[in-house]
Protein backbone atom coordinates (compact mmCIF):
# COMPACT_ATOMS: atom_id res chain seq x y z
CA UNK A 1 0.00 0.00 0.00
CA UNK A 2 1.30 3.82 -0.38
CA UNK A 3 2.97 5.01 2.83
CA UNK A 4 5.08 8.03 3.00
CA UNK A 5 7.50 8.68 6.33
CA UNK A 6 9.12 12.30 7.04
CA UNK A 7 12.22 12.37 9.22
CA UNK A 8 14.52 14.65 10.29
CA UNK A 9 15.59 16.56 13.45
CA UNK A 10 13.57 17.86 15.82
CA UNK A 11 15.43 20.70 17.41
CA UNK A 12 17.07 23.47 15.12
CA UNK A 13 18.58 26.95 15.69
CA UNK A 14 17.82 30.15 13.86
CA UNK A 15 20.02 30.43 10.87
CA UNK A 16 20.62 26.95 10.69
CA UNK A 17 19.60 24.53 7.60
CA UNK A 18 16.58 22.29 7.62
CA UNK A 19 16.97 18.88 6.15
CA UNK A 20 14.34 16.46 5.97
CA UNK A 21 13.70 13.01 4.32
CA UNK A 22 10.52 11.49 2.99
CA UNK A 23 10.94 7.84 2.18
CA UNK A 24 8.24 6.54 0.17
CA UNK A 25 6.61 2.98 -0.89
CA UNK A 26 3.47 1.75 -2.26
CA UNK A 27 4.34 4.04 -5.62
CA UNK A 28 7.04 5.17 -7.73
CA UNK A 29 8.75 8.62 -7.79
CA UNK A 30 9.02 8.84 -11.79
CA UNK A 31 5.08 8.19 -11.33
CA UNK A 32 3.72 10.71 -8.67
CA UNK A 33 5.36 13.88 -7.75
CA UNK A 34 5.75 14.05 -3.92
CA UNK A 35 4.67 17.70 -2.28
CA UNK A 36 5.74 19.08 1.02
CA UNK A 37 3.02 21.23 3.50
CA UNK A 38 3.75 22.83 6.31
CA UNK A 39 1.49 22.82 9.89
CA UNK A 40 2.36 26.12 12.04
CA UNK A 41 0.94 24.69 15.94
CA UNK A 42 -2.25 25.26 16.15
CA UNK A 43 -2.72 26.63 12.36
CA UNK A 44 -3.37 26.03 8.99
CA UNK A 45 -2.02 24.41 5.95
CA UNK A 46 0.70 25.58 3.94
CA UNK A 47 1.95 23.93 0.47
CA UNK A 48 5.78 24.91 0.27
CA UNK A 49 6.94 23.24 -2.75
CA UNK A 50 6.37 19.68 -5.25
CA UNK A 51 8.48 17.67 -7.12
CA UNK A 52 7.25 15.98 -9.90
CA UNK A 53 7.26 12.73 -11.28
CA UNK A 54 9.67 14.10 -14.22
CA UNK A 55 11.83 15.77 -11.84
CA UNK A 56 11.34 19.43 -11.98
CA UNK A 57 10.46 21.67 -8.84
CA UNK A 58 7.85 24.49 -8.03
CA UNK A 59 7.83 26.40 -4.93
CA UNK A 60 5.85 28.66 -2.85
CA UNK A 61 7.23 32.01 -3.70
CA UNK A 62 6.95 32.72 0.13
CA UNK A 63 9.85 30.42 0.84
CA UNK A 64 11.24 29.79 -2.65
CA UNK A 65 14.65 31.95 -2.20
CA UNK A 66 15.60 29.43 1.36
CA UNK A 67 14.13 26.17 -0.27
CA UNK A 68 14.98 23.29 -2.27
CA UNK A 69 13.73 19.65 -3.07
CA UNK A 70 15.43 17.05 -4.35
CA UNK A 71 15.00 13.28 -4.91
CA UNK A 72 16.70 9.79 -5.06
CA UNK A 73 14.41 7.81 -6.89
CA UNK A 74 16.78 4.18 -6.32
CA UNK A 75 16.38 5.03 -2.79
CA UNK A 76 12.09 5.99 -3.41
CA UNK A 77 13.37 9.41 -1.34
CA UNK A 78 12.76 13.04 -1.48
CA UNK A 79 14.16 15.49 0.40
CA UNK A 80 13.50 19.25 1.50
CA UNK A 81 16.53 21.44 2.78
CA UNK A 82 15.37 25.24 3.90
CA UNK A 83 18.67 27.91 4.54
CA UNK A 84 18.33 30.39 6.98
CA UNK A 85 15.62 28.96 9.58
CA UNK A 86 13.72 31.39 11.85
CA UNK A 87 11.37 30.47 14.93
CA UNK A 88 8.30 30.84 12.49
CA UNK A 89 9.23 28.05 10.31
CA UNK A 90 8.53 25.70 13.54
CA UNK A 91 5.52 23.61 12.86
CA UNK A 92 5.02 20.10 11.48
CA UNK A 93 6.17 19.35 7.87
CA UNK A 94 4.30 16.75 5.98
CA UNK A 95 5.37 15.26 2.54
CA UNK A 96 2.36 13.83 0.85
CA UNK A 97 1.90 12.18 -2.73
CA UNK A 98 0.74 14.25 -5.56
CA UNK A 99 -2.17 14.74 -6.04
CA UNK A 100 -2.36 15.13 -1.84
CA UNK A 101 -4.38 11.86 -1.50
CA UNK A 102 -1.44 9.86 1.13
CA UNK A 103 0.11 11.52 3.76
CA UNK A 104 3.16 11.00 5.89
CA UNK A 105 2.82 11.36 9.89
CA UNK A 106 4.29 14.67 9.59
CA UNK A 107 7.70 15.26 11.46
CA UNK A 108 7.20 18.51 14.26
CA UNK A 109 10.24 21.02 13.48
CA UNK A 110 10.96 23.56 16.39
CA UNK A 111 13.09 26.48 15.81
CA UNK A 112 14.49 27.74 18.95
CA UNK A 113 17.80 28.96 20.06
CA UNK B 1 -2.10 33.30 -5.44
CA UNK B 2 -5.74 32.33 -5.12
CA UNK B 3 -7.41 32.95 -1.99
CA UNK B 4 -9.48 30.20 -0.37
CA UNK B 5 -12.60 31.75 1.82
CA UNK B 6 -13.73 28.79 3.85
CA UNK B 7 -17.10 29.45 5.52
CA UNK B 8 -17.79 29.03 8.95
CA UNK B 9 -14.54 29.31 10.33
CA UNK B 10 -16.73 27.21 13.78
CA UNK B 11 -19.45 24.82 13.06
CA UNK B 12 -20.99 23.49 16.45
CA UNK B 13 -23.46 20.72 15.90
CA UNK B 14 -25.21 17.74 17.57
CA UNK B 15 -24.45 14.47 16.43
CA UNK B 16 -27.35 13.45 13.64
CA UNK B 17 -27.01 16.93 12.03
CA UNK B 18 -26.50 17.73 8.83
CA UNK B 19 -23.28 19.99 8.13
CA UNK B 20 -22.43 22.53 5.43
CA UNK B 21 -19.00 24.01 5.12
CA UNK B 22 -18.77 26.42 2.19
CA UNK B 23 -15.49 26.97 -0.14
CA UNK B 24 -14.98 30.14 -2.04
CA UNK B 25 -11.81 30.78 -4.52
CA UNK B 26 -10.78 33.80 -5.25
CA UNK B 27 -10.64 33.03 -9.42
CA UNK B 28 -11.99 30.55 -11.07
CA UNK B 29 -10.59 26.54 -10.54
CA UNK B 30 -11.28 25.19 -13.65
CA UNK B 31 -8.76 23.89 -15.89
CA UNK B 32 -8.33 24.28 -19.70
CA UNK B 33 -9.02 20.43 -19.80
CA UNK B 34 -12.35 21.33 -17.72
CA UNK B 35 -11.05 19.11 -14.49
CA UNK B 36 -12.03 21.35 -11.31
CA UNK B 37 -9.11 20.26 -8.70
CA UNK B 38 -10.54 21.25 -5.20
CA UNK B 39 -10.46 18.60 -2.57
CA UNK B 40 -11.43 18.34 1.34
CA UNK B 41 -9.73 17.02 3.76
CA UNK B 42 -10.70 16.58 7.63
CA UNK B 43 -8.00 17.11 10.02
CA UNK B 44 -8.29 15.15 13.07
CA UNK B 45 -7.12 16.40 16.35
CA UNK B 46 -3.70 15.01 16.45
CA UNK B 47 -3.91 13.64 13.23
CA UNK B 48 -2.61 13.74 9.49
CA UNK B 49 -5.20 15.48 7.05
CA UNK B 50 -7.25 12.67 4.82
CA UNK B 51 -8.79 13.40 2.03
CA UNK B 52 -12.77 13.06 1.61
CA UNK B 53 -13.52 14.39 -1.45
CA UNK B 54 -11.05 15.25 -4.64
CA UNK B 55 -12.11 17.03 -7.80
CA UNK B 56 -14.98 18.78 -6.46
CA UNK B 57 -17.35 15.47 -5.76
CA UNK B 58 -15.28 12.20 -5.75
CA UNK B 59 -15.27 10.11 -2.35
CA UNK B 60 -11.59 8.98 -1.87
CA UNK B 61 -11.54 5.04 -0.75
CA UNK B 62 -13.24 4.77 2.38
CA UNK B 63 -14.86 7.62 2.82
CA UNK B 64 -18.45 6.87 3.65
CA UNK B 65 -21.82 8.49 1.49
CA UNK B 66 -22.65 10.79 3.92
CA UNK B 67 -19.98 13.13 2.67
CA UNK B 68 -20.67 14.81 -0.34
CA UNK B 69 -19.49 17.78 -2.66
CA UNK B 70 -20.77 19.94 -4.79
CA UNK B 71 -20.06 23.55 -6.56
CA UNK B 72 -18.19 24.89 -10.01
CA UNK B 73 -16.07 27.77 -11.02
CA UNK B 74 -15.20 29.60 -7.47
CA UNK B 75 -18.35 28.32 -5.19
CA UNK B 76 -17.55 24.73 -3.06
CA UNK B 77 -19.52 23.25 -0.52
CA UNK B 78 -18.80 19.79 1.05
CA UNK B 79 -22.28 18.62 3.07
CA UNK B 80 -22.06 15.70 5.91
CA UNK B 81 -25.76 14.22 6.00
CA UNK B 82 -25.58 12.91 9.39
CA UNK B 83 -22.39 13.63 11.65
CA UNK B 84 -20.98 11.31 13.31
CA UNK B 85 -18.94 11.63 16.54
CA UNK B 86 -15.63 10.26 14.10
CA UNK B 87 -16.51 13.26 11.47
CA UNK B 88 -15.38 15.94 14.43
CA UNK B 89 -12.63 17.50 13.44
CA UNK B 90 -11.40 20.58 11.65
CA UNK B 91 -11.52 20.48 7.67
CA UNK B 92 -9.91 22.13 4.60
CA UNK B 93 -10.35 22.70 1.22
CA UNK B 94 -7.27 23.22 -0.85
CA UNK B 95 -7.20 24.04 -4.45
CA UNK B 96 -4.58 22.85 -7.17
CA UNK B 97 -5.69 23.77 -10.61
CA UNK B 98 -3.14 27.12 -9.84
CA UNK B 99 0.38 27.43 -8.57
CA UNK B 100 0.85 27.99 -5.95
CA UNK B 101 -1.79 25.63 -4.36
CA UNK B 102 -3.50 26.80 -1.56
CA UNK B 103 -5.54 25.79 1.64
CA UNK B 104 -8.19 27.37 3.05
CA UNK B 105 -8.31 28.55 6.89
CA UNK B 106 -10.25 25.28 7.81
CA UNK B 107 -13.72 24.97 9.49
CA UNK B 108 -13.73 23.65 12.83
CA UNK B 109 -16.66 21.43 13.44
CA UNK B 110 -17.70 20.67 17.18
CA UNK B 111 -20.21 19.53 19.23
CA UNK B 112 -22.74 22.05 20.55
Known amino acids: QVQLKESGPGLMQPSETLSLTCTVS????????VGWVRQPLGKGLVWMGT???????NYNSAVQSRLSISRDTSKSQVFLKMNSLQPEDTGTYYC???????WGQGVMVTVSS | DVVMTQTPLSLPVSLGDQASISCRSS???????????LHWYLQKPGQLPQLLLY???NRFSGVPDRFSGSGSETDFILKISRVESEDLGVYYC?????????FGAGTKLELK
Open chain 1, 96 to 102: ARHPFDY
Open chain 2, 27 to 37: QSLVESNGNTH
Open chain 1, 51 to 57: IWAGGST
Open chain 1, 26 to 33: GFSLTSNG
Open chain 2, 94 to 102: LQSTHLPYT
Open chain 2, 55 to 57: KVS
